[in-house]
């Protein structure tokens, strides 16, 4: 039998595309790109050049990449849609650049102008870009592989050989392996058409629809998004209204109806903590458990909320972000009535809980002369207490809790009508206590433990301890579509960069002599070594299913000569070798 003539791979750099045709058409679904007649070019001309060049891809690279750049002042510089504090701070800290950053929108960026342009620009470029190359791609699937060129020797990757079975049991025999090596095959005159790696397309087009699923996610979430905190004392309880929110913030299109309707309770705190070793102090353990419902009627329900686990409610997640104490404090006035009786939450200051705090007596506290005051008491709170280090906690567990006091009398600046926060105390009209020396009255306290105002002032007493949970309420449409969009995404770019869509062709026809004469050729998208090693696979198992050529007649000496070297054991098989005069 005689072998197969070694396959060729690489194509001819001079060669024309045009030379093959059909069959070299339409591996991808990329849109042509035609220079314009400028001279000739009129409105309707411009436009349709404008609109080319915005569904090109290498302006929706261009212009995801701005959007990318543009992110990048969203997040290093404070906005007014997160952090009003923080961007008022940076007018105040930056005089010189505030104002330019104002007029470029940087305090605002994912609702400027420019911002905006750019991402409905991305949005517009990918789907005038995908919807051409999805009609494209659903006509080639409805259709078949393109017939075979007239000179198959102008493929990339080529073989042939000689053969004594018919020209049809040849085809026949092509068409049934290519088929089973999942190539969609037919007959196309006197050879078999046949391709291979839709999935490339399909990746690529499905991951374009994912960056559209995304950008549409992400623009929904925006718009609509909520996100508040709360703090909650044990005991107490939240109701998912604005008013209950500690801050608040929302997306441009958000409203009040929007809220999920829920409530909760937080009736426990626990944490733990390594009590010994080098990760001493580090919490092992956070979790509040809560009694939530939903809606106003809904039946009460018990669960636990920890870190990184939110409790889900219909649309809106509520996470465990923050822990702290609060001492329960009983003030009375001078005459022993009780004005203050609650839990003051203390705001943490380092790892082990050291926390401060203020307590404001705002009504019904009157001194010792029956005088009407307002009383404030500054609070610094220690939950374990060591001796010889009394400005900072050493563990961050309940272990010796101390409240160290110091009170203030007179007028803390409420009625002014000027806003101030429940954590800070304004001494700017308020008077120190002083002890019998003229010393400013400062005492520790433990619980249990009573501090005696001076003149018969009154008293303050640290009762015991709470602990508090703050709780962050968001409600962002979009984001499963978000994560499904960018998992498709990912398999896409794999599925478009890994996978080769290519095309195979067999022909089979009768030689001047009566010998079947067969030509294997190979074409892909792009140049592969993947493409001759596949040719040279299925051209060695075609090969071996069809019979040699028929013996020489006898005495016939040159031609015997010729067939004893082609049935030589030691003939290779078809191996992948450069053409020649062809690129490799």
């Not at 509520?318 to 609060?326: P, Q, R």
Request: aromatic share 10%.
């Amino acid at each position: 039998m005689s072998t197969p003539s070694k396959t060729r791979s690489g194509a001819s750099s001079e060669r024309p595309d045009e030379d093959l045709g059909a069959a070299g058409s339409q591996l991808s679904t990329a849109p042509k790109e035609e220079l314009p007649n400028l001279p000739s070019l009129g409105v309707i001309g411009w436009a349709r050049w404008f609109w080319r060049q915005l569904t090109s891809m290498r302006v929706a690279l261009l212009l995801l990449l701005l959007v990318s750049l543009g992110a990048i002042p969203g997040s290093l510089i404070p906005q007014s849609g997160i952090d009003e504090t923080k961007v008022a701070d940076f007018r105040k800290t930056h005089t010189f650049v505030a104002p330019i950053y104002d007029k470029l929108g940087l305090f605002h960026v994912y609702s400027s102008v420019w911002f905006s342009a750019i991402y409905i620009l991305l949005f517009v470029s990918l789907i005038g870009c995908i919807i051409p190359r999805t009609w494209q791609f659903v006509g080639q699937l409805r259709g078949r592989p393109p017939g075979a060129p007239k000179r198959l020797t102008r493929l990339p990757a080529y073989t042939t050989w000689r053969t004594g079975a018919e020209p049809e049991q040849v085809r026949e025999a092509a068409l049934t392996l290519l088929k089973k090596r999942r190539f969609r095959a037919h007959l196309a005159g006197d050879a078999v058409a046949a391709e291979k790696g839709y999935l490339r397309e399909v990746g690529n087009l499905a991951f374009h629809v994912a960056l559209i699923v995304m950008l549409t996610a992400f623009a929904w979430g925006q718009l609509f998004k909520s996100e508040g905190n709360k703090l909650v004392v044990e005991g107490d309880g939240f109701s998912n209204t604005l008013i209950s929110y500690d801050d608040f913030k929302s997306g441009n299109l958000f409203s009040s109806d929007d809220l999920v309707p829920f409530s909760f309770n937080l009736d426990k705190f626990t944490g733990t903590y390594e009590a010994t070793g080098p990760n001493k102090g580090t919490p092992r353990l956070y979790q509040a458990a809560i009694t939530y419902s939903k809606g106003a009627y809904g039946k009460d329900r018990k669960t636990l909320v920890k870190v990184n686990e939110p409790l889900t409610i219909g649309d809106a997640k509520v996470y465990l972000t923050a822990h702290g104490y609060a001492p329960v404090i009983t003030v009375r006035d001078g005459k022993g009535k009780v004005v203050y009786n609650d839990a003051v939450a203390m705001l943490p200051l380092d790892s082990n809980v050291t926390s401060t705090g203020v307590i404001k007596v705002l009504d019904g506290y009157k001194n010792a002369k029956g005088v009407t005051e307002q009383l404030g008491v500054s609070a610094f709170f220690l939950p374990t207490y060591t001796k010889g280090n009394e400005t900072a906690s050493t563990f961050p567990a309940l272990r010796n809790p101390v409240l160290n006091l110091t009170p203030y009398h007179g007028d803390l600046g409420i009625d002014s009508g000027i806003p101030q926060s429940v954590y800070q105390l304004d001494k700017s009209h308020v008077k120190e206590f002083k002890d019998a020396k003229g010393a400013q009255v400062r005492e520790n306290l433990k619980p249990g433990e009573t501090m005696q105002l001076p003149d018969g002032a009154g008293s303050i007493t640290y009762t015991g301890t709470k602990q508090w949970a703050n709780f962050q309420v968001v409600q962002q449409p979009g984001t499963d579509w978000a994560l499904a969009a960018a998992l498709t995404a990912i398999f896409g770019l794999a599925a478009s960069l890994f996978i080769q869509r290519r095309r195979v062709w067999v022909r089979a026809a009768q030689g001047p002599d009566g010998v079947t004469v067969v030509e294997m050729a190979g074409l892909g998208r792009s140049e592969s070594a993947k493409l001759p090693e596949e040719l040279g696979d299925l051209a060695g198992i075609l090969y071996d299913r069809t019979p040699g050529p028929p013996e020489p007649a006898s005495g016939d000496g040159d031609r015997a000569a010729a067939d004893s070297a082609d049935q030589d054991p030691t003939t290779p098989e078809p191996e992948a070798v450069p053409a020649e005069g062809a690129e490799t």
